[in-house]
């Protein structure tokens, strides 16, 4: 374990690796501060949750409406809240007190949540699954086993949907999907950290592994009475240093993004909640997955993908033995991962099977085990991807590995 940690000592206290991880998490800092001016607004969903619990309800809404009644009844207007929001102008705005403008602008935010938890039903349970199951064969070139096998998923998330509407699993306070919250948290900064993780772990794998050649000293190294048997201890000192280098990125980002934006009242919230409806559609996971659930799953399946970044960096490693060449041969693998699919739409199984990458994973946290009308949004896509990953760069690991006994090492 000594000679496990001497061999980390390398990366962990590489100025490259210690300057990119501080300039990573103050990007990461910048980012949430810089976009966190609606955070006043956010903590009205939380007084909602407080004031009438997390569960969307007739009777939750039909006390929220009496208590605005109430507010506006403090305002020194007689009329409805609504009237009263409707003839608000920019002229009487300016003529109240600041105290009174305050007490507006928590009218108006509270009618805006209102306003979304009456119509949630009707606009929920209006989704078109028939529309949408078209418009996914409309859009590819599919046919044969293939077409069945999506079509076979397709009808699981349907009935999972179904399931959705069947529970009420989507009638849970939210922020409103208008402030992409959702996105903020995992298609930005947990796709952030995912990123930079992997260009550090490429980094600090490639100068653990290539350390001997770059110093010119594997010829004394690799002859002593442990001799190549260190390359054990390599890869166990790169995979538990890309371990800590994500967890230290991880904890200290996120530690950052939930100092600013609160979500105490929103852990037990399901992720399929029908505000968290961003984009075209809402997201509607394979599973009841609640928030805290979701970020713990989305965040080992991150980790998942840099392990198999370390232990491919690794391989090539030992192969190249220059650090900043490895790395950049890494980088252009996994980007050349991403955009192989797209020169595939004349194979739709070759598409499909090469979809099933890490960068993939890697750049679409905010879609994790969620359906839809994507190939990436099968059931079981994270999974399949991970284990596919992992199997191929194991066994080019090991290869590597087998050929660094046998081949000269100078």
Known sequence: MRITWYEMKKALTSPIIVILLILFIAFN?????????????????????????????EDSLERMQENMQEDVKQLGAEQGFQTYLEEMTFEKYEEASYKEQK?????????????????????????????????LFAASTM?????????????????????????????????????????ELFRSLVKNIAVQSVLLVAMATALIASYEAEQRTQSITYTTKKGRKLIWHKFSASSITAILLFLVLTGVSLGIFFAVYDFSKFWNTPVSSGLNWEYKLPYITWWPFTVWQFLILAIITELFVVLIVSILTFALSIYIKN???????????????????????????LQFFTSLNITWVLLNPHMYFSGGTDVMMIQYFELWSILLGLMITLLCNSWAIRRFFKKDVT
């Not at 607004?41 to 997390?54: P, Q, S």
């Not at 007490?103 to 108006?108: G, N, P, R, T, W």
């Open 103 to 135: 007490a507006i602008d928590q009218l108006s935010l509270k009618s805006m949540y209102y306003g979304l938890g009456t119509g949630l039903e009707a606009r929920y349970t209006g989704i078109n699954m028939d529309d949408l199951r078209e418009g």
């Open 29 to 57: 800092a910048f980012q949430v501060i810089s976009q966190s001016y609606a955070k006043g607004e956010l903590k009205v969903v939380n007084d909602i949750a407080i004031t009438y619990g997390n569960a969307i309800t």
């Open 143 to 183: 046919d044969g086993q293939l077409a069945e096998f999506m079509d076979r998923q397709f009808t699981g998330w349907e009935n999972r949907y179904d399931e959705i509407v069947e529970t009420g699993e989507y009638k849970e306070w939210f922020f409103a999907g208008e402030y992409r919250i959702h996105s």
């Open 323 to 349: 650090s900043y060449f490895t790395w950049i041969l890494c980088m252009a693998l996994l980007v050349a991962l991403f955009i192989l699919p797209s020169f595939l739409v004349g194979s739709p199984w």
